[in-house]
């Protein structure tokens, strides 16, 4: 059910005990000088999780978010109630009323002091996404930099997005196509990309002329404050009224967003199941659904493949956010006779990584933890299957012994091809191995499962790449030739098809899912012909 939208963030008391042995609760992370880009972020420990024009405590259960490196407390956001949603979906709708009548431009102005605001906070909100989702640094600010990019594209958008002019068969007339907002559009992001998916809706919805309403995943409830916070100031500087509002919550908040007539646009970022609880409910009422939903993403290693880019593709496509990623590698199809060769040399690749294993805050670190303990129990389940199916596990399969919710890097071989657990996505990082004939057995094996989201294929032969991007090729909506299928660039339309929902975010022409069409005849004439020449007298 829709219920399941938000899952309740555990409840971690941190305790410590004092010189005389005495158990105390230990300082959240957010009172710990070491983490001082917190307060820099306006975060204190305890944060209201409701904006509707002004800042408030929700109404409903205070959240504890957690650091999944190491178990402890960061801080905690008063969730919002749906009375909150409500405030928050009214002051939207009246944002709107006014925000639809100013000039696009103007309205990329403002998107683009939102992309000012955000490259002076790239480092600390870069950190926040990093220590509260788990991703490394480099991840973590690169993820900032794709809202502050996005907001560079948007600016340019408002002077350049619009309808068409066609010829009309009758004299004197013309045909118009003319692009207008919809109304206020939801925005429901998961635990991965607290912040960029947020970036990528918001940003584009803003310029076309809608308002937002956000509500971030539970577990990153203090980077959907942050980052709320310091787009909603740019929007007061400019005396504004709230045409960004945040609520958030858990699962009552998430139905009755999908549910209220007032959201326009729903656009659902998790998973399959949800998601198509999501659709549903938005076709009931005629709404609009942009969904973005799981992948199980192959990467093919043709015969004629470049070895060492192929590899290092692989690397980080299996093991890159430790395979939380919805582009995330989770299988490889490699040609029958460099699939030994290739197998091993990525173990070996793996076994380093080892050495590399940390808190995503520090500078070393490649490869941090996985976002909770459900995601560490799903890991094991799923490596207990596979092997029960008969597949070896070539390396990994276990967690490491340290705090945090750290798991082993893991290589799966000797399934089928079509075994179910491998046509089940598992947001972890493991990787089941096959070996193909050729490369239409490839493309058919990478085909095979329910989601479409992004593949990839490496070779130097231009044929088999056309094959590759053809009617007869990947079915994914992203499809990658000698480069990783995990990620994208902004300027393409990001998203899938099949069970990975057909939504389309980010570049190309993406802006229009945001947007209404209007066809539109203009009479210049002074006389009043019909189509098609039909006379009604």
Same mark, same amino acid.
């Given at each position: 059910?829709?219920?399941?939208?938000?899952?309740?963030?555990?409840?971690?008391?941190?305790?410590?005990?004092? =010189?005389?042995?005495?158990?105390?609760?230990?300082?959240?992370?957010?009172?710990?000088?070491?983490?001082?880009?917190?307060?820099?972020?306006?975060?204190?420990?305890?944060?209201?999780?409701?904006?509707?024009?002004?800042?408030?405590?929700?109404?409903?259960?205070?959240?504890?978010?957690?650091?999944?490196?190491?178990?402890?407390?960061?801080?905690?956001?008063?969730?919002?109630?749906?009375?909150?949603?409500?405030?928050?979906?009214?002051?939207?709708?009246?944002?709107?009323?006014?925000?639809?009548?100013?000039?696009?431009?103007?309205?990329?102005?403002?998107?683009?002091?939102?992309?000012?605001?955000?490259?002076?906070?790239?480092?600390?909100?870069?950190?926040?996404?990093?220590?509260?989702?788990?991703?490394?640094?480099?991840?973590?600010?690169?993820?900032?930099?794709?809202?502050?990019?996005?907001?560079?594209?948007?600016?340019?958008?408002?002077?350049?997005?619009?309808?068409?002019?066609?010829?009309?068969?009758?004299?004197?007339?013309?045909?118009?196509?003319?692009?207008?907002?919809?109304?206020?559009?939801?925005?429901?992001?998961?635990?991965?990309?607290?912040?960029?998916?947020?970036?990528?809706?918001?940003?584009?919805?803003?310029?076309?002329?809608?308002?937002?309403?956000?509500?971030?995943?539970?577990?990153?409830?203090?980077?959907?404050?942050?980052?709320?916070?310091?787009?909603? #100031?740019?929007?007061?500087?400019?005396?504004?009224?709230?045409?960004?509002?945040?609520?958030?919550?858990?699962?009552?908040?998430?139905?009755?967003?999908?549910?209220?007539?007032?959201?326009?646009?729903?656009?659902?970022?998790?998973?399959?199941?949800?998601?198509?609880?999501?659709?549903?409910?938005?076709?009931?009422?005629?709404?609009?659904?942009?969904?973005?939903?799981?992948?199980?993403?192959?990467?093919?290693?043709?015969?004629?493949?470049?070895?060492?880019?192929?590899?290092? =593709?692989?690397?980080?496509?299996?093991?890159?956010?430790?395979?939380?990623?919805?582009?995330?590698?989770?299988?490889?199809?490699?040609?029958?006779?460099?699939?030994?060769?290739?197998?091993?040399?990525?173990?070996?690749?793996?076994? /380093?990584?080892?050495?590399?294993?940390?808190?995503?805050?520090?500078? =070393?670190?490649?490869?941090?933890?996985?976002? /909770?303990?459900?995601?560490?129990?799903?890991?094991? #389940?799923?490596?207990?299957?596979?092997?029960?199916?008969?597949?070896?596990?070539?390396?990994?399969?276990?967690?490491?012994?340290?705090?945090?919710?750290?798991?082993?890097?893991?290589?799966?071989?000797?399934?089928?091809?079509? =075994?179910?657990?491998?046509?089940?996505?598992?947001?972890?990082?493991?990787?089941?191995?096959?070996?193909?004939?050729?490369? /239409?057995?490839?493309?058919?094996?990478?085909?095979?499962?329910?989601?479409?989201?992004?593949?990839?294929?490496?070779?130097?032969?231009?044929?088999?790449?056309?094959?590759?991007?053809?009617?007869?090729?990947?079915?994914?909506?992203?499809?990658?030739?000698?480069?990783?299928?995990?990620?994208?660039?902004?300027?393409?339309?990001?998203?899938?098809?099949?069970?990975?929902?057909?939504?389309?975010?980010?570049?190309?022409?993406?802006?229009?899912?945001?947007?209404?069409?209007?066809?539109?005849?203009?009479?210049?004439?002074?006389?009043?012909?019909?189509?098609?020449?039909?006379?009604?007298?």
């Amino acid at each position: 059910m829709i219920g399941t939208l938000l899952r309740r963030a555990p409840k971690v008391h941190c305790l410590v005990r004092n =010189a005389t042995g005495t158990r105390t609760m230990a300082t959240y992370l957010v009172d710990d000088a070491k983490y001082g880009f917190l307060k820099d972020l306006g975060l204190q420990r305890v944060n209201g999780g409701v904006y509707d024009g002004r800042w408030s405590a929700g109404a409903g259960r205070k959240i504890q978010s957690i650091d999944p490196a190491s178990g402890r407390v960061i801080a905690e956001v008063a969730t919002g109630t749906e009375q909150d949603l409500d405030r928050c979906l009214a002051a939207g709708v009246a944002a709107y009323e006014q925000w639809r009548t100013m000039p696009a431009p103007y309205r990329g102005e403002i998107v683009r002091q939102i992309g000012d605001e955000l490259r002076k906070y790239r480092e600390p909100l870069g950190k926040l996404v990093a220590l509260e989702m788990g991703k490394i640094l480099p991840e973590g600010v690169g993820e900032v930099q794709e809202f502050v990019d996005i907001c560079d594209y948007a600016v340019g958008l408002s002077r350049m997005f619009g309808g068409a002019i066609f010829p009309s068969e009758r004299p004197q007339h013309t045909i118009l196509e003319k692009w207008n907002p919809l109304g206020v559009v939801g925005v429901i992001s998961a635990f991965n990309f607290p912040c960029a998916v947020f970036g990528w809706n918001a940003a584009i919805a803003l310029v076309v002329g809608n308002a937002v309403v956000w509500k971030g995943a539970p577990t990153t409830s203090l980077v959907s404050v942050a980052t709320a916070k310091i787009v909603t #100031d740019v929007i007061e500087r400019n005396n504004l009224p709230p045409i960004v509002t945040l609520c958030q919550g858990e699962a009552d908040v998430g139905k009755r967003m999908v549910s209220d007539e007032r959201v326009k646009l729903m656009s659902f970022t998790g998973s399959t199941a949800v998601g198509r609880t999501v659709g549903v409910e938005m076709q009931r009422r005629f709404g609009r659904c942009l969904l973005e939903l799981g992948g199980n993403n192959a990467l093919i290693i043709n015969e004629d493949a470049p070895l060492q880019m192929a590899l290092d =593709a692989a690397f980080f496509g299996c093991i890159g956010t430790a395979g939380q990623r919805c582009t995330t590698t989770r299988r490889l199809i490699i040609h029958e006779q460099l699939y030994a060769d290739f197998v091993q040399k990525l173990t070996k690749r793996y076994a /380093n990584l080892l050495q590399r294993v940390g808190h995503p805050l520090e500078q =070393a670190t490649l490869y941090g933890p996985l976002h /909770n303990q459900q995601a560490v129990q799903n890991y094991l #389940d799923a490596v207990k299957e596979a092997v029960a199916l008969g597949g070896k596990v070539e390396c990994g399969g276990k967690i490491i012994e340290r705090p945090g919710f750290f798991v082993e890097p893991t290589i799966i071989s000797n399934l089928p091809h079509d =075994a179910p657990v491998v046509k089940r996505e598992t947001f972890a990082p493991i990787v089941y191995v096959f070996k193909a004939k050729d490369l /239409n057995e490839a493309i058919a094996w990478n085909n095979e499962v329910d989601q479409g989201l992004s593949s990839a294929l490496f070779t130097n032969n231009v044929q088999s790449a056309f094959q590759g991007i053809g009617e007869n090729g990947s079915d994914c909506g992203i499809v990658n030739i000698n480069t990783s299928p995990s990620g994208a660039e902004i300027g393409g339309a990001f998203g899938g098809e099949k069970h990975t929902g057909g939504g389309r975010e980010s570049g190309s022409d993406s802006w229009k899912q945001y947007a209404r069409r209007s066809t539109i005849t203009v009479n210049h004439s002074t006389e009043l012909p019909l189509a098609q020449g039909i006379q009604f007298e």
